[in-house]
């Protein structure tokens, strides 16, 4: 995960879910929509053991962009 705003500087998907958990812990977040990329399966394993009891976790693109997975 590259972000812009910060330099450019690359996250794994676990320092990626850290840093979502950092800001969810510093503030009332309550929904994430697309935490991860829609590919990233085990990024999205990480994200929804870390945060997913604590924070509803949306995944727009994840679904949307392929619903075989619904089925």
């Known amino acids: ?23 969810c812990d ?7 929509e697309d935490g991860m990329a829609e ?3 085990d990024g999205w394993k990480l994200l929804t053991d870390q945060l997913g009891k604590k924070v509803q976790l949306v995944g727009d693109d994840l679904f949307v962009t392929n619903t075989k997975i619904l089925r």
């Open 1 to 23: 995960y590259t972000l812009a705003g910060e330099g450019g500087i690359s996250l794994s998907s676990q320092e990626f879910t850290n840093l979502l958990a950092t800001w």
């Open 26 to 32: 510093k503030y009332p977040i309550i929904s994430i």
């Open 39 to 41: 590919n990233d399966w």
